[in-house]
């Protein structure tokens, strides 16, 4: 079973400061986009050493996507900001490199586009439900992220061979686990909606104001 904490609108008000470590590791991440997607597309993706220096970059950029959440939580520094920008900043770095990369022909419209509407389907999912509660990633998720990392990675490096040829298996991979989860999600989305406290407070709040709009006495 997927693992949903407590519905944060519940939760008293956050007292971490705005400024904090998490935050300035995910404004960071936004940051290094533009100068990612600079040394990705110069010379036409034909210049080696810079898409090797676009490939630390994104790098980088993914291992703090990785410590800032966990940073926040176990820290208590975790803020409004943080939780809206966490998620934009990861979208952005992804859909950069992906549209870059099909820009170079390096790969097809058709897999940035279905990574990209899954993506952005499942943040607006995210907030959709924030005041239900919060679906813990599962450990598709989990897989779908290093995969997906794994594979722009690949897609960004200049390689040649056997390994040129591998990596389209990796993005393959990718590809399944991101379609697959994403239908996971609005599963789990459609069922939160349905079964957190607060939909059960408002589907018992409506069943006691009768047909009619008025209170009626549910234990005649």
Known sequence: MSAVVPDPAATPPQSAKLVNLPNALTVLRLAVVPV???????????????????????????????????????????????????????KALTGTALVALSVLALLPWWVTL???????????????????????????????????ALAIGLYILPLGGLLAS????VMAAALVLTLVTGLDYVYRALALRR?????????????AAGPTGSRTDTAA
Do not use: C, N
Request: charged share 25%.
């Open 166 to 169: 591998a990596r389209w298996w």
């Open 114 to 148: 279905a990574i990209i509407v899954r993506e952005v389907g499942v943040t607006l999912l995210r907030f959709w439900v924030i005041r239900h509660g919060v679906i813990a990633a599962s450990r598709g998720g989990k897989a779908k992220t290093v995969v997906q």
């Open 195 to 207: 079964t957190s406290a607060r939909a059960m407070r408002a589907a018992a709040a409506r069943r």
């Open 36 to 90: 990612f997607a600079v040394l990705l597309l110069s010379d036409g993706g034909m210049d080696d050493g810079r898409r090797v220096w676009a490939t630390v970059f994104f790098g980088a950029a993914i291992i703090t996507d990785r410590y800032d959440g966990i940073i926040a939580r176990r820290t208590g520094q975790v803020t409004e900001f943080g939780k809206l920008a966490d998620p934009i900043a990861d």
